[in-house]
């Protein structure tokens, strides 16, 4: 406990210090004499900000994990509304959104659940830039041929492969990547990380690894990604294209940083500690010799939870040595686990969670029985009172999941004013899940090894 405390007040010293920890020389200088061969001291420094120990700080049952301490933490910036109002002006011009057939997921980012970003403002810029330039035919032809004028962009995401179905948390990245591809209308490159799932868990055998990422890809094929513009790839078979540049990212990253950043100790096994890099790199579009047209100027946008961020600051940091682009992020909160606000749905942990195989009835049950109720103890109170909604499972999960935005404001004012009880909003969270999952499960049911070829081929998607 006393560790996690001192770790939290250092964290708004890296905080004030603007995440200088692998910038500045000086402190560089002193991390590296202070720590020298002293694993503890190097956990408990100043510069030991890394996800977890800022997730386990809140530990009241009630309380929400602190996203705007995360921004600041890390140092990114927040969602704003003028920045919303920017990509609306994208919808506008986006011809292809209003022909999907999916649905809009437009709330997640409205909603407040994509909250932060590095860059997004940017990636915005080049699809306007490049719109601009093709809706004007006189300007056609002055776009310049030469790779620094030809900016695009392109979407990257990934996934460690489980052996488990999917749970409702992981389908929130997926959702809104196939979102933004839809928008943007651009390529998209998704990682399975089957190497580093075998390397992180000891009970894990290669070969049954491998088979839990080819079930894991027909999962998120599902979600209906363009698959003319879409590349999945697993680390173990795509390391070759992969290699080159990921050696020149191993070359620039030293021990300290992995140590600091992810939290790695002397008993962890040398595969981890490097792992981190392979992540950095589909971040540039040069490991994609074969996939991506190396004649343009690739920009990559990686939507993903913010837990991701770490591998991303990293990336940035070290893209000026490399001469590379800067890779942009946006970032999710974490779909909180059913039994309350503070904790993330994870795939490991006990608690309980609705699974992308689950029936009506497990739906049902795991609602009606575990998630946690902001209304009150009687209806009488309830009617009186009303609920406290920042901790309602049951309506954050709609805020997520319910894609009208006048329904969800009228369940807002209903229930917290007390005309709607617990019971009622539980009953539209389940059919809103039912809905969607049985949805998902009759595209799930759909896909073939031979649809899994093809978006594991190696092919021109952009
Ligand atoms: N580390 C992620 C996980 O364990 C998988 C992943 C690989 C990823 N590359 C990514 C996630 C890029 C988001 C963006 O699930």
Known sequence: MNVLKIIRTNCVFVNKTKLCYFHS???????????NNDDDRITNSQFDINFNNILSNSDSYESSIDYDKIIKTFGCSKINNALISKFKDVLTNSSDISTSTNSSQFHLLNKGIYFCHRDFDKIIDIYNHNNNNISNHNKVKTISTKKEHNKQIYLYTGRGPSNKSLHLGHTIPFLFNKYLQDVFDCPLVIQITDDEKFLSNK??????????????????????FNRDKTFIFSDIDYIKQLYKLNLKIQKLVNLNTIKSLFGFNHQDNIGKISFPSLQCTPCFYECFPEVLNQNTDWNCLIPCA????????????????????????????????LEGTNKKM???GKEVKILLTDTLKTIKTKVNKYAYSGGQETA?????????????????????????????????????????????????????????????????????????RYFLQIRKIG
């Open 380 to 452: 009488e109170k309830q009617r009186e009172l009303g609920a406290n909604l920042d901790i309602d499972i049951s309506y954050i999960y709609l805020k997520y999941f319910l894609d009208d935005d006048m329904k969800l404001s009228e369940i807002e004012n209903n229930y917290s004013k007390g005309i709607m009880l617990s019971g009622e909003v539980k009953k539209l969270l389940i059919e809103t899940l039912d809905k969607f999952i049985t949805l998902y499960q009759e595209k799930r049911n759909k896909i073939t090894d031979d649809e899994v």
């Open 203 to 224: 009970d894990l055998n290669l070969d049954e690894t491998i088979k839990m990422g080819y079930e894991n890809i027909k999962d998120i094929i599902a979600f209906g």
């Open 25 to 35: 020389s000086q402190t560089k200088k002193k991390f590296s004499t202070k720590n």
């Open 306 to 337: 913010v837990d991701q961020d770490p591998y991303f600051r990293l990336t940035r940091d070290i893209a000026y040595k490399l001469k590379l682009n800067k890779p942009a992020c946006i970032y999710s909160k974490f779909l909180p686990s």
């Open 346 to 348: 994870s795939s490991s």
